[in-house]
């Protein structure tokens, strides 16, 4: 299976592309339209389809190819909006709901696993988060009230499984970790046995709606009552956008010497704070580590960041050896919970997005959520939950607008290969924004020396894309678009990818 990035993560190791078996039926207007194949698409779906609602699912791309297949797999009762947060930012009951959800969210996904026999190595593992500091052991104090009295257990420890030199620690049980792609495999196996349609490379280029939508897509026509967008953030430009930060996160799969693998999942207390876990792949022990965030787009220098990564770790450890990397993206939301629910400004169209670092147990709660209201049934987190709660933002249409005469900034210029290559003095894998005349120039050497040019404005909202050398690809720090060294849409909310500004590849095409 393939990722949204050039790095392989431990979840696409020994992952054939899943094959669908169901046809889908083009002259069908299905119940709902799940455009998405990642944990929340995934969940949606299956829980709408044992629901009795039909379902189709259109993904760009190869299922997982998103963040659910480059997470670090945690499944929390806790966020990284802890619940003393959550308190302040709205109130004793709401961090009480989303206590409750999330425990549910956890049963639910154990059901699933056991009803469908889906082999992704689950197992609930205690939590442990680490004060180094005073501060930090104040933090965590407050922390741990508000846990208890949101109605998860949390408890000091004289002892953590970590070398780390720390002062307080505390305990969470009945946390979890799982093999992430092993399960949405299994979710879509069920989905397709409940009689679910799944459709890969798929891309969704635009919806219209009428009595129903007719989404055009790179496979054709498909007709759907409902609308559900599960790819991360969802695509347009919307309320959302403004509300959401993309955020990059790194992540290392490696073995100990010791052969000694600590049991649970482990936390530090530092901004961004640092994650440790064990997983077994295949009979093979690995300590997965993770950290170093940063806002998309803010650092084009990301092979540092996994320097950094793994200096900080062979300090603690004696590593045998490092076997994956991989980094991934999340979306901050502004007031710390997500977003799920009817897309504001729409009737029939729902989203999920704003997980921050907590996608897997949010994908989830998303799915039983988006299910509930298409079912139209109660359902006691929705309210809180929901996209509605932001406020319209003063002249939003305004910069909707100003920001479409920026993508148009490039259009109908187009130079030779002979040009462009005098530009650029670049070594093969690397890519700079150049300058030409007034205006920057995407560039990429590919590794047989052939220069990619492209209009580094993004088709979303005209910022201007940064590159992540680690992952080659073109990122967008706004909203957090990203494509591949060639311009190719990689993850939205762009519908788009860059436009090449050769010639060449334009008469190739
Ligand atoms: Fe919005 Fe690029 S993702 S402008």
Redesign the pocket.
């Known amino acids: 299976m393939k990722r949204d990035g050039n790095m392989e993560s431990l979840w696409q190791h020994g992952m054939e592309q899943y094959q669908p078996v169901n046809q889908w039926n083009r002259d069908e207007i299905y119940d709902v339209l799940i455009v998405g194949g990642g944990i929340t698409g995934l969940t949606t779906a299956l829980l709408l389809q044992q629901s009795g609602k039909k379902c189709i699912v259109a993904e760009a791309h190869n299922i997982g190819f998103g963040t659910t297949g480059g997470t670090t797999a945690h499944l929390n009762t806790t966020l990284d909006s802890s619940y003393d947060q959550i308190e302040k930012n709205f109130s004793k009951e709401a961090a009480q709901h989303i206590a409750i959800g999330l425990k549910e969210t956890l049963v639910m996904i154990e059901k699933l696993i056991s009803q469908y026999n889906i082999d992704c190595s689950f197992s609930y593992q205690p939590a442990y988060l680490i004060a180094e500091t005073i501060q930090e052991q104040q933090m965590l104090e407050t922390m741990v009230e508000a846990t208890n009295r949101a109605g998860v257990q949390a408890a000091f420890v004289p002892h953590a499984p970590t070398p780390l030199p720390y002062r307080k620690a505390c305990m969470i049980e009945q946390q979890a970790q799982f093999h992430a792609t092993k399960y949405i495999y299994g979710l879509a196996k069920a989905y397709e046995q409940e009689g679910g349609v799944l459709l890969q490379y798929c891309m969704v280029n635009n919806t219209a709606h009428d009595e129903y939508f007719t989404a055009d897509t790179s496979l054709g026509e498909i007709k759907a009552r409902k609308l559900v967008y599960a790819t991360h953030i969802p695509p347009g430009?919307n309320l959302l956008?403004f509300r959401c930060a993309?955020y990059r996160s790194y992540a290392a799969a490696f073995t100990l010497r010791s052969g000694e693998y600590p049991e649970g999942l482990i936390y530090d207390l530092k901004d961004p704070y640092n994650y440790f876990r064990t997983q077994e792949v295949d009979g093979k022990k690995y300590l997965i580590a993770g950290g170093c965030d940063h806002k998309t787009g803010d650092d084009v220098n990301t092979q540092e960041r996994f320097r950094e990564l793994e200096a900080y770790l062979h300090n603690l450890y004696d590593i045998d050896s490092i076997d994956y990397k991989w980094s991934s993206q999340y979306f901050n939301s502004a007031d710390g919970l997500p977003y799920i629910g009817l897309l504001p400004g729409h009737t029939e169209t729902y989203t999920a997005t704003g997980y921050s670092g907590n996608g897997m147990i949010l994908g989830s709660l998303a799915g039983i959520i988006l299910c509930d209201l298409l079912m139209e049934q109660p359902n006691m987190y929705a309210d809180l939950l929901s996209p509605s709660r932001i406020k319209p933002i003063a002249g939003f249409k305004e910069f909707v607008k100003e920001?479409a005469d920026v993508i148009s900034k490039f259009i109908g210029m187009r130079f030779s290969y002979e040009k462009v290559s005098q530009l650029a003095e670049l070594a093969p894998g690397d890519a700079v924004l150049a300058k030409w005349e007034d205006k920057k120039v995407a560039l990429y050497k590919d590794d047989n020396g052939k220069i990619h040019a492209l209009d580094p404005v993004?088709?979303?909202?005209?910022?201007l894309?940064a590159w992540n050398m680690a992952e080659k690809s073109w990122d967008?720090?706004?909203?957090?678009?990203r494509f591949s060294c060639n311009g190719a849409l990689l993850t939205?909310?762009?519908r788009k990818g860059l436009t090449s500004l050769l010639w060449e590849d334009i008469e190739g095409d």
Request: charge should be neutral; charged fraction near 0%; proline fraction near 20%.
């Open positions: 430009i956008h993309p920001n993004c088709p979303h909202a005209g910022c894309v967008c720090p706004c909203h957090g678009s939205g909310p762009s």
